[in-house]
């Protein structure tokens, strides 16, 4: 059974920084995709950014391409969003999903964190 706890979401101006964290634990870590998806009240949740098992590849929604980056540190079984550039739009719960596919689906996705909200003030 995976457990993931997702981390350092908080209260930021427009124009800043953040970074989250996503701590994997029981399963495989290196051998899974995972990505960070976002929900924000009374909205769908929305695909953000993907990574592949060795972190040679990534996927980005358009509105955050240029601005946030995914990377994960196997070693750690933890996965990072590096969140730049920061804007009021952004402000949702984030999450983090493990899959075994690279998608931007959420149904494709097995596992989730509990979220971590991020709030960003214009």
């Known amino acids: 059974q995976v457990q993931l706890v997702e981390s350092g979401g908080g209260l930021v101006q427009a124009g800043g920084s953040l970074r989250l964290s996503c701590a994997a634990s029981g399963g495989t870590f290196s051998r899974y995709f995972m990505a960070w998806f976002r929900q924000a009240p009374g909205k769908q949740r929305e695909f953000v950014a993907a990574i592949s098992p060795d972190g040679g590849k990534t996927l980005y929604t358009d509105s955050v391409k240029d601005r946030f980056t995914i990377a994960r540190d196997n070693a750690k079984k933890t996965v990072y969003l590096q969140m730049s550039s920061l804007k009021p739009e952004d402000t949702a719960v984030y999450y983090c999903?493990?899959?075994?596919?690279?998608?931007?689906?959420?149904?494709?996705?097995?596992?989730w964190g509990q979220g971590t909200q991020v709030t960003v003030s214009s």
């Open positions: 999903g493990l899959t075994s596919i690279l998608s931007k689906e959420s149904y494709d996705y097995t596992y």
